[in-house]
């Protein structure tokens, strides 16, 4: 008879690098997982942290993207990159949107700018036609945003704000972003409204970003040029 110690499984004990632990932190940030893939596919610093992760089973990468497998969620929590409920915890966002992971805990989170997706080391044909993907859904999904609101806000906020545009997440998951955009936004809402008597603000501000709904009047923002 087998002792049974020795029917339980083998999972590899896992001391992720600083690129290895930027793979995992971007795997969770990303809108969805093909855009998960690009994100992992931009150097050749990710591209092997990337493939490693992949070969001992952490995550997961094919047509459909690229995702954490369940030992690879349990490394991220491990490490404290992110938090019981699969969210980055702020250790996993500073890595997640430093430019340089290997640098991110000396320098802070640098967040990714438009030379950054257009990084392309490591990337075959199936990655680039990721990235088109990537800049086409940014796009569609801020179009309606205020140049004002976007030169206001950080790029983890813009990030942010993608993910609650695209429905992944709720508004009022994040504060500082939240009153942002009511500051901004509070000349235009109804006063009902404003004052979550009659509707809910943080809806209010979703409608009017993803169909430009305007208010009843053109109002003057302080952020105004």
């Known amino acids: 008879m087998r ?9 590899p004990v896992m001391n992720p690098t600083e690129n290895q632990k930027a793979v995992l932190t971007k795997i969770v940030a990303a809108e969805t997982p093909k855009l998960a893939a690009a994100d992992i596919s931009k150097s050749s610093n990710l591209v092997s942290a990337r493939d490693m992760l992949k070969k001992l089973g952490f995550i ?21 990159l992110t938090d019981d409920m699969g969210e980055l915890t702020d250790t996993g966002r500073k890595i997640a949107f430093a430019d340089d ?46 140049k004002q609101v976007l030169r206001n806000l950080s790029p983890e906020e813009q990030h942010h704000l993608r993910k609650v545009l695209d429905g992944n997440a709720e508004l009022m998951d994040f504060n ?14 109804p006063y009902g409204t404003a004052k979550a008597r009659t509707g809910d603000p943080d809806q209010w501000i979703v409608n009017r970003l993803q169909g430009g709904v305007e208010g009843p009047f053109r109002a003057h923002h302080e952020w105004d040029d």
């Open 176 to 189: 500082d972003l939240y009153e942002k955009l009511f500051d901004y936004f509070m000349s235009e809402m």
């Open 60 to 80: 997961t990468l094919d047509d459909e993207g690229a995702a954490l497998t369940d030992e690879g969620t349990k490394v991220a929590t491990d490490q404290g």
């Open 101 to 146: 992971p290997e640098k991110a805990e000396e320098t802070g989170a640098g967040g990714e700018t438009d030379m950054d997706m257009d990084a392309d080391m490591g990337m075959g044909l199936g990655e680039n036609i990721i990235k088109t993907l990537r800049a086409s859904a940014i796009a569609e999904s801020m179009e309606n945003v205020p």
């Open 3 to 11: 002792h049974p110690l020795l029917e339980k499984p083998i999972v």
